[in-house]
C-alpha cells in the first residue's frame, strides 16, 4: 500500500512538475508533452469526429489549450488532457456544421492507408454508441479506471464495465 | 458484475491502428518542430484575425479577454483564501469553545458530586452537640433524635459553600438534614417545594412538601437561617409524624393531632351545621361520616375530612380553611381540565387503578379549599356527582 501511494505522489509531482514548466515556456517540456501525448489525442479526436482532417485541425487547438490556456491543471495530466481535448471538440462542433461541405472536400483530399485490421476495428467503433466510445477511448488512451470513468459520465461502476466488456466482445468477433 | 474479457488485443490493434494513419496526404505525422511551427502560426493567424474583429466591432481582444479573466480568477481566488481562512479561525473558536465547556462543566460535576459521596469518604461521627453551637449554628434540637450522626462534608464544597450532613432516627422514622452554609444556594430539590405549602412553627416559616412511595411518606422541608439553608427528608410511615418532628427540632409546641390510622379516626355523623360550609349539598350523600381533623397544618389551617358514598362511588373530601393553602395534590392537576359547572371551576383530572377510576377535584368554595377524590367504577360518575354537590 505504501509504495503505492509514494508512487502516486511521485506522479502527481510529475504531472505538476511537466505542466509547470510548459507553462514557464520551457521548449524540452513541450517536446516532452508532444511526444507523450500526441498520438493518444489524435486518436481521440479522429474516433469522436471521424474524420482525419478535423481531428488534424482540432488537435492544435487541443495543443493550443494545453499549452497556452489558462486553465488550472487537475492533479492527473492524463485526465487533465482528456477534459481538454474533449472540451475542444464541443467547441469545435459549431464551426464544423457551418464549413461542412469544406471540410468533406479537404477530406476526400487526405489519402488515408488503413490496414484490413484498422478498417475493422474503426467499424465496430462506428457502430458503438457516443458513450461506449468515450468508454474505450478513456480507459485504453487516458488509462481512466472503471471508478473514474463512472465518476466522469455519471454512470454506475458496474454498468460503465458493463458496457466497456460488451465492446470489447464486438471488437474480438470483428478482430 | 460484468463478465471480463481478455481486451489485450484491442489495445494493440488501438495502438497499432493510429501509425498506419496518414493525414493531409501525408504518411506521417512530421517531425515536432514542423507541429511546432504550424501551431505558432496559427496561434499568431488567430490573433491577428482576433485582433481585427476585435477593432471592427469595437470589442475587446481576445487577449484582453484573457488577461480580464485571469484577473477576475486571481481575485476569486484570493477572496476564497479569505473565506477559508475565516472559517477555519471560526471553526477553531467553536472548538476551542466546546472544549473550554466540557472542560468546565467535568470540574463542576466534580461539586456537584457533594451530594452523593460514598459513605467510606465522610468522617462520620456522633454529634458534638456544643460544637456545633460554637461553630454559630443555629442548632436544632438534634439530640432529641436517636444515634444523631453527622456527616461533615465541608471539605468537598467548593467556594464559600460548605456542607454539614446530619442523620438520625426519630421514633422509628428516618431523617437527614443538610445544612448548607450559603444562603444564595438553592438545593435541586427545590423543585419539590413548587406544589408544598408554608407552615409557620413557632418564629420560623417551614417550607414542605410531601410524596409517597408505597407505605412510606416522604416529606421534604425547608428553611434558612443565619444565612445558612436547612433542608431536612424525613422518610416516616406515619403522615403526622413530621409536625411532631418539628416540635422537637424547634422545640415549640404546635397543637397537632397526627394522622391516626382508620381504627382510631374519630368518625362522626356528619352535621351539615358544623361544617365550615354553607352552599354545598351533601345530602344526596349515604353514610356520611366527617373525620374532623382540624389544627392538622398551622395555627390558622383547619382541615376537614368528609367521606361518603355517592351511590357505589366512594367519596373523600378535605376542605381546608385557609385560601392561601396550596394542597400539595394539587401537582395532580398540572395535566387535567377546567370545567364549567353553571358558575364555578372546577380543575379535575382522572387516573384509572385497576377497575377504578380516580376523580380528582379541586375548587374554591367559600374561601376554602376543597379536594376531592371520588373513587367509582364509572368513568363518567364524577358528573351527576358534582351536579348534586353543587345542587345544580
Known amino acids: ?175 | 458484475m460484468a463478465k471480463k474479457i481478455d481486451d489485450e488485443l484491442v489495445k494493440n490493434v488501438l495502438r497499432s491502428h493510429i501509425k498506419q494513419l496518414g493525414f493531409t496526404g501525408k504518411e506521417s505525422y512530421g517531425s515536432y518542430e514542423e507541429f511546432s511551427a504550424e501551431l505558432d502560426a496559427r496561434i499568431e493567424a488567430r490573433k491577428i484575425a482576433d485582433e481585427a474583429t476585435a477593432k471592427d466591432f469595437g470589442l475587446p481582444t481576445r487577449s484582453q479577454i484573457i488577461e480580464v479573466r485571469r484577473n477576475n480568477r486571481r481575485i476569486a481566488r484570493k477572496k476564497q483564501i479569505w473565506i477559508n481562512t475565516v472559517a477555519v479561525a471560526m471553526s477553531a473558536v467553536l472548538i476551542f469553545s466546546l472544549i473550554g465547556i466540557i472542560l468546565y462543566f467535568n470540574i463542576r460535576g466534580d461539586d456537584d458530586e457533594v451530594f452523593n459521596i460514598p459513605e467510606d469518604n465522610l468522617i462520620m461521627t456522633v454529634i458534638d452537640y456544643d460544637t456545633l453551637q460554637e461553630q454559630g449554628f443555629f442548632v436544632p434540637n438534634i439530640s432529641s433524635l436517636d444515634n444523631v450522626i453527622i456527616r461533615r462534608a465541608d471539605d468537598r464544597v467548593s467556594g464559600t459553600t460548605k456542607l454539614f450532613v446530619i442523620m438520625g432516627d426519630f421514633d422509628g422514622s428516618r431523617m437527614t438534614m443538610r445544612i448548607i452554609f450559603h444562603e444564595i444556594f438553592e438545593p435541586s430539590d427545590m423543585s419539590y417545594f413548587q406544589s408544598g405549602s408554608l407552615i409557620d412553627v413557632g418564629e420560623y416559616t417551614v417550607r414542605v412538601s410531601n410524596t409517597q412511595y408505597n407505605d412510606e411518606y416522604i416529606y421534604r422541608m425547608l428553611f434558612i437561617q443565619d444565612t445558612k439553608t436547612y433542608y431536612i427528608e424525613f422518610t416516616t410511615q406515619n403522615r403526622g409524624e413530621y409536625l411532631l418532628l418539628l416540635n422537637t427540632l424547634f422545640s415549640v409546641t404546635i397543637e397537632n393531632k397526627p394522622n391516626p390510622p382508620d381504627g382510631d379516626t374519630v368518625k362522626t355523623e356528619i352535621k351539615i351545621d358544623e361544617l365550615p360550609t354553607t352552599t354545598l349539598n351533601f345530602d344526596g350523600l349515604d353514610d356520611m361520616t366527617a373525620r374532623r381533623v382540624d389544627h392538622r397544618e398551622t395555627e390558622n389551617t383547619i382541615m376537614f375530612i368528609i367521606e361518603g358514598y355517592f351511590g357505589d362511588s366512594h367519596m373523600t373530601m378535605r376542605m381546608i380553611v385557609d385560601s392561601e393553602y396550596i394542597p400539595s395534590d394539587a401537582s395532580y392537576f398540572g395535566g387535567g381540565n377546567m370545567l364549567q359547572v353553571n358558575d364555578r371551576f372546577v380543575r379535575a383530572n382522572i387516573t384509572q387503578n385497576g377497575d377504578n377510576y380516580i376523580h380528582r377535584f379541586i375548587f374554591l368554595e367559600d374561601m376554602k379549599w376543597c379536594y376531592v377524590e371520588l373513587v367509582s367504577l364509572d368513568s363518567n360518575e364524577y358528573l351527576p356527582f358534582l351536579y348534586d354537590i353543587f345542587q345544580q
Open chain 1, 1 to 175: 500500500m505504501f509504495p503505492i501511494v509514494i508512487q502516486m505522489i511521485m506522479d502527481k509531482d510529475k504531472s505538476k512538475n511537466l505542466m509547470s514548466r510548459i507553462r514557464e515556456g520551457d521548449k524540452e517540456a513541450h517536446r516532452k508533452f508532444y511526444d507523450i501525448y500526441r498520438d493518444n489525442i489524435f486518436k481521440a479526436l479522429y474516433f469522436m469526429t471521424q474524420s482525419f482532417y478535423i481531428a488534424n485541425e482540432i488537435l492544435y487547438r487541443v495543443f493550443e489549450k494545453i499549452l497556452y490556456g489558462n486553465f488550472d491543471i487537475l492533479d492527473n495530466l492524463n485526465r487533465f488532457v482528456w477534459k481538454m481535448t474533449k472540451d475542444s471538440v464541443s467547441e469545435y462542433a459549431g464551426d464544423y456544421r457551418k464549413t461542412l461541405t469544406q471540410h468533406k472536400e479537404k477530406e476526400a483530399a487526405a489519402t488515408i492507408d488503413i490496414s484490413e485490421q484498422g478498417k475493422a476495428f474503426d467499424e465496430v467503433m462506428w457502430r458503438l454508441g457516443q458513450k461506449d466510445r468515450e468508454i474505450i477511448l478513456m480507459h485504453m488512451l487516458f488509462d481512466y479506471t472503471f471508478q473514474e470513468i463512472a465518476d466522469d459520465i455519471g454512470f454506475s461502476v458496474s454498468k460503465v464495465e458493463k458496457r466497456y466488456y460488451k465492446a470489447i466482445k464486438m471488437f474480438k468477433e470483428k478482430l
